[in-house]
């Protein structure tokens, strides 16, 4: 991922009030993700994205998260400055961490069985549930399913 400034704007002081960033993301498939990101006041916010393939709509709720950190590492503004811009003092996520571990392990087996007698998908479920991409909801469930709360994908002979 890389990140430089785009253009800035400054008050009569010569204080950077709002600044435009250019991020791109390349995938080693060769995907690639370019946005026009705004940080101001302790927020980002995305002007425009162009992506090639298209992002899905979960992928590009996701990609504000994605480039957050790296964005406010680029224009020097660190975790602490954002949280105290935003008159938080806790994460910045929309939803709470997942818990790691065994309760973490625990979760996912019950969203899983819940999108199951739902009768929709339980990846996705998994993927709602924890924020996470399909390949890091699909190890989840892997550790879930090692840790007995799933039963095994396959019979073993």
Do not use: N
């Not at 080693?28 to 899905?56: H, I, K, M, T």
């Not at 009768?119 to 469930?141: E, F, Y």
């Amino acid at each position: 991922m890389s990140v430089w400034p785009a253009w800035e704007v400054q008050e009569g002081a010569g204080a950077v009030t709002t600044a435009w960033f250019t991020v791109r993301l390349a995938f080693p498939d060769g995907a690639r993700v370019d946005a026009l990101a705004v940080v101001g006041e302790g927020s980002v916010s995305l002007e425009d994205v162009r992506a090639q393939p298209a992002l899905s709509l979960d992928d590009l709720g996701l990609l504000a998260e994605w480039i957050e950190d790296p964005l406010f590492e680029a224009c020097g503004l660190g975790e602490d400055a954002s949280e105290e811009a935003d008159g938080a003092t806790g994460s910045r996520r929309a939803r709470p961490a997942w818990p790691r571990g065994i309760e973490g392990r625990w979760l996912v087996a019950q969203e899983y069985r819940a999108a199951q007698e739902e009768g929709v998908d339980p990846v996705l479920a998994v993927m709602c549930a924890t924020g996470h991409s399909r390949r890091k909801s699909l190890r989840l469930i892997s550790q879930a399913r090692d840790a007995g709360f799933l039963t095994p994908r396959h019979a073993r002979r």
